[in-house]
C-alpha cells in the first residue's frame, strides 16, 4: 500500500507568520500534489511537482510557494499567512504512468487567526 | 473550462438499500476516478476507471467514456459506507479535476 505522510496534522498560526507544510511518500512516484479542500468548493490544486526540483503552479497558488528537494519530499509554504487560508490541506503522489491513481495523506488542518 | 458535475449532493439510505452515485465531466477525460473521504479523513482511491465496468465488493463503477458520464452504485449499503464520495478527471491539461462529491449516509 502506498504511503504519504503529512506533517504537521494540525497547526495554528497567525496572520502574517510563515507556515510549511510537509509530505512525505515512500512510493517512489514522480508527482506529487498540494490541495486544499472547503465546503463548497471541494478539492482545488494549488501545486504540483513532476520530480525533484520541479514545481508547477496550479489552480490557486497565489500566496502559496512549493518546494520538492527530492523525490520523497515535497512541501506547501505560506510565506504570510492569511485566515482565509484556513483549511484542510491535503498531499498525494501518483505514477507518470497510466495508471494515474493517486494516493493521499491524511490532511493537514491548518487554522489562521 | 473542464467541469466535473457530481449527483446527487447528498444521499440518505436505510442500511442495505443500494445507491447509485453520478459524475458528468464536460470534456473528454484521459483517467476518471472514484475516491472515498470518511468524514474529516484521507481520500481512499476506489476505482482507476477510464472507461468500462469494474467491481469490487459491493463497489461497481461504469464508465461511459464517449458519453462523459461515470456511475457509482453500493449494493447493500451499510452504515461504514457513509461518508463523500467523489469523482475526478484528468484532462488535457494534465491536472486532476475533483467534482464537489456525493454525502452519503446510511442509517442503521
Known amino acids: 500500500e502506498a504511503a504519504v505522510t503529512q506533517s504537521p496534522r494540525n497547526k495554528v498560526a497567525v496572520t502574517g507568520g510563515k507556515v510549511t507544510l510537509s509530505c512525505n511518500q515512500t512510493?517512489?512516484?514522480?508527482?506529487m500534489y498540494w490541495y486544499r479542500q472547503d465546503t463548497g468548493h471541494g478539492l482545488r490544486l494549488i501545486h504540483y511537482s513532476y520530480g525533484a526540483g520541479s514545481t508547477e503552479k496550479g489552480d490557486i497558488p497565489d500566496g502559496y510557494k512549493a518546494s520538492r528537494p527530492s523525490q520523497e519530499n515535497f512541501s506547501l509554504i505560506l510565506e504570510l499567512a492569511t485566515p482565509s487560508q484556513t483549511s484542510v490541506y491535503f498531499c498525494?503522489?501518483?505514477?507518470?504512468?497510466?495508471?494515474?491513481?493517486?494516493?493521499f495523506g491524511e490532511g493537514s488542518k491548518l487554522t489562521v487567526l | 473550462g473542464q467541469q466535473v458535475q457530481q449527483s446527487p449532493a447528498s444521499l440518505v439510505l436505510q442500511e442495505g438499500e443500494n445507491a447509485e452515485l453520478q459524475c458528468n465531466f464536460s470534456?473528454?477525460?484521459?483517467?476518471l476516478q472514484w475516491f472515498y473521504q470518511h468524514p474529516g479523513g484521507r481520500l481512499v482511491s476506489l476505482f482507476y476507471n477510464p472507461s468500462g465496468t469494474k467491481h469490487t465488493g459491493r463497489l461497481t463503477s461504469t464508465t461511459v467514456t464517449n458519453e462523459r458520464r461515470s456511475s457509482l452504485h453500493i449494493s447493500s449499503s451499510q452504515t461504514t459506507d457513509s461518508g463523500t464520495y467523489f469523482c475526478?478527471?484528468?484532462?488535457?491539461?494534465?491536472?486532476?479535476?475533483f467534482g464537489l462529491g456525493t454525502t452519503l449516509q446510511v442509517q442503521p
Open positions: 475526478a478527471i484528468t484532462g488535457n491539461t494534465g491536472k486532476l479535476i
Open positions: 470534456s473528454t477525460a484521459t483517467r
Open positions: 512510493n517512489n512516484h514522480n508527482n
Open positions: 498525494a503522489s501518483g505514477d507518470r504512468g497510466n495508471t494515474g491513481q493517486l494516493y
